[in-house]
């Protein structure tokens, strides 16, 4: 996965035609860390998506402008906008991530 290290380069990756995947995290973050052990295989099984990263804490004004609460959050973008968005607090497992791409 792929780390988005300024909101240039976010807005620019939001604005593709495909449908991309960004994970919010936190360094500090346990949840985020036991996403993390199953989150690999995820990308492997949904590869239509291109995922990326982001550090909550280093860009706090993209997570309050995109709604995240809590982390670790999906959020899928496409032109430009969200599409789809994964709460922290239903992205405990990988049943719960898988439920949540095959939905949308």
């Known amino acids: 996965m792929q780390g988005i290290k300024n909101i240039e380069t976010f807005e620019e990756l939001i604005e593709n035609q ?3 995947v960004v994970k919010f995290f936190a360094d500090w973050c346990p949840d985020c860390r036991r996403m993390d052990m199953f989150i690999d295989e995820i990308i492997d099984e949904y ?3 291109k995922w990326y990263e982001l550090n909550k804490d280093e860009m706090p ?3 309050d402008k995109y709604d ?3 982390i670790p959050s999906l959020l899928i973008f496409q032109d430009g906008k969200k599409i789809a ?3 922290s607090a239903n992205a405990k ?3 719960q991530v ?3 791409l ?3």
Request: charge should be negative.
């Open 18 to 20: 495909e449908p991309i």
């Open 47 to 49: 590869n239509n998506y």
């Open 61 to 63: 004004e993209l997570a």
């Open 68 to 70: 995240v609460m809590g």
């Open 85 to 87: 968005h994964l709460h």
């Open 93 to 95: 497992s990988p049943e």
């Open 98 to 100: 898988k439920e949540f």
């Open 102 to 104: 095959e939905s949308v």
